[in-house]
């Protein structure tokens, strides 16, 4: 079936650090990708999005990129900090007639060293 | 003022037991949603309702039924609980543009023993 899938299972940096979170997916048809922080004992809370027809979008020290032509999605943290440090998630709609269903990658854990 | 708020946080309970999780949210979206999370921290979703009707059912068992009284609730009713329902079940709520953009809240760690 359509899936997302992350390259690296775990990452480590030290405080002041960019980090670089990767993502692949596999579904053409998704034109909708967002991503999720999810520290320890709570619920995922929202980063990033971004839309199909975008390569790129900035938040406050987030960047997430998107390239269609590999499938793949990348998240960028700058000037990490420790309290950065929680799993991250990407995921992905199904497309047009998805009305909300995300398929969600495996997760990142992201550890933040002072 | 918890915008997706879910009681209880942890549930531990016998096989075969039935168990409900609620959920409220105030933040005035149309569509809730429940996920499960496995001890991977594999995240998948289970239901969606929007305006109280049942739009997204994921091949979840039976055993399972989501109830919306309206639509700032939606409950989750477990019959004849197994050891393979132990997971984190979340709550989440979204509004119409993106319906995908996506609100959780903190999660109730359910353990079958």
């Known amino acids: 079936g359509e899936s997302v899938g992350l390259h690296l299972p775990t990452l480590s940096v030290q405080e002041g650090d960019n980090s670089i979170i990767n993502c692949a997916y596999s579904?053409?048809?998704?034109?909708?990708f967002i991503w999720y922080k999810q520290e320890s004992g709570k619920g995922p809370q929202f980063i990033i999005d971004?839309?199909?027809?975008?390569d790129k979008r900035q938040g406050q020290r987030v960047t997430v990129l998107l390239n269609k032509t590999v499938k793949h999605l990348s998240l960028q943290i700058a000037a990490t900090q420790p309290g950065d440090s929680a799993v991250y998630f990407c995921?992905?709609?199904?497309?047009?007639?998805?009305?909300?269903?995300?398929?969600f990658g495996q997760g990142t854990i992201l550890t933040v060293h002072p | 003022d918890t915008a997706v708020s879910q009681t209880p946080k942890y549930l531990v309970t016998q096989m075969g037991n039935d168990k409900s999780i609620k959920c409220e949210q105030n933040?005035?979206?149309?569509?809730m949603y429940w996920y499960k999370q496995d001890s991977k921290k594999f995240l998948k979703i289970m239901f969606s309702?929007?305006?109280?009707?049942?739009?997204i059912n994921e091949t979840v068992p039976n055993r399972f039924s989501p109830k919306s009284p309206d639509k700032a609730h939606l409950n989750l009713h477990i019959n004849s609980l197994e050891l393979g329902d132990s997971a984190v079940y979340f709550c989440?709520?979204?509004?119409?543009?993106?319906?995908?953009?996506?609100?959780f809240g903190s999660g109730t760690q359910l353990s079958v023993l």
């Open positions: 989440a709520s979204s509004h119409l543009d993106p319906p995908e953009k996506l609100f």
């Open positions: 579904n053409s048809a998704s034109d909708y």
């Open positions: 971004i839309r199909s027809n975008m």
């Open positions: 995921a992905e709609n199904a497309g047009g007639t998805s009305y909300g269903k995300l398929t």
């Open positions: 933040l005035g979206h149309d569509t």
């Open positions: 309702y929007n305006n109280k009707e049942l739009i």
